[in-house]
Structures are given as C-alpha cells and as structure tokens.
C-alpha cells in the first residue's frame, strides 16, 4: 500500500504562485508514474500533470504547460507541483496519485491510478 498526503492549498490572488507537496509513504519504491489531477464540483477529475520516478519524463496538461511545473526528491518522497501565473479557472481541488509502471499514453488517464491523495484545495481570486 501507499499512502498520499497533499499539503500547500490556499487562496491565492490572479497571477499568484503556489508550490504544492505530495509527501509518499509505505511501498514506493514500486511506484513509478506520480501525477497530479484536479476537480471542481461536478465535473470529473483532470489530468495536470505527471513524473516519472525514476527517469526525468515529464507530462503536462496544455491547460498549464508552460505555468505549472511538476517535480520530485527521491530523498524526501515528495513528489512537488509548483504553480505559477495562477488563473481563476485553475481553482480546484487538487490530487496527487500515483501507480506501477504506466505507458506514456497512460500517464493522462485518471483510472490508471490507483493510490490518491485526499486533496488539498486552491482557489485562485480574480
């Protein structure tokens, strides 16, 4: 089993930054895909971005490539999502997950995942 805690949410103004942490425990070290996936009430949960543990491949949605950056420290076990140039429509809850090997395709797909996090919100103000 792994266990999953997001921290870092919070209220933000447009065009502010936030630096959210997944910390990882119990049996990661078979982990390979770490992602992030956020959601807003009654819509379904979305792809933000994805790292692999032990390569440097990364996968963004369009949504925040070029805002968001994904990363990890294997010393912590702590899988990172650094957000920048936030936007209202970026308000969500936000869900790190993670599972076994994944193929490229897969990163994206949110029921390639098995092991989550219960969220930590953020909310973006205009």
């Known amino acids: 089993q792994v266990q999953l805690v997001e921290s870092g949410g919070g209220l933000v103004q447009t065009g502010g930054s936030l630096r959210l942490s997944c910390a990882a425990s119990?049996?990661?070290?078979?982990?390979?895909?770490w992602a992030w996936f956020r959601q807003t009430p009654g819509k379904e949960r979305e792809f933000v971005a994805a790292?692999?543990?032990?390569?440097?491949?990364?996968y963004y949605a369009d949504s925040v490539k070029g805002r968001f950056t994904i990363s990890r420290d294997i010393i912590e076990n702590t899988v990172y999502l650094r957000m920048d140039s936030l936007k209202p429509e970026d308000t969500a809850a936000y869900y790190c997950?993670?599972?076994?090997?994944?193929?490229?395709?897969?990163?994206?797909?949110?029921?390639?995942?098995?092991?989550w996090g219960q969220g930590t919100q953020v909310t973006v103000s205009s």
């Open positions: 790292v692999t543990w032990i390569g440097q491949s990364t």
């Open positions: 119990g049996r990661t070290a078979s982990m390979y895909a």
């Open positions: 997950a993670t599972d076994q090997w994944l193929s490229a395709q897969d990163m994206a797909v949110r029921d390639s995942y098995h092991f």
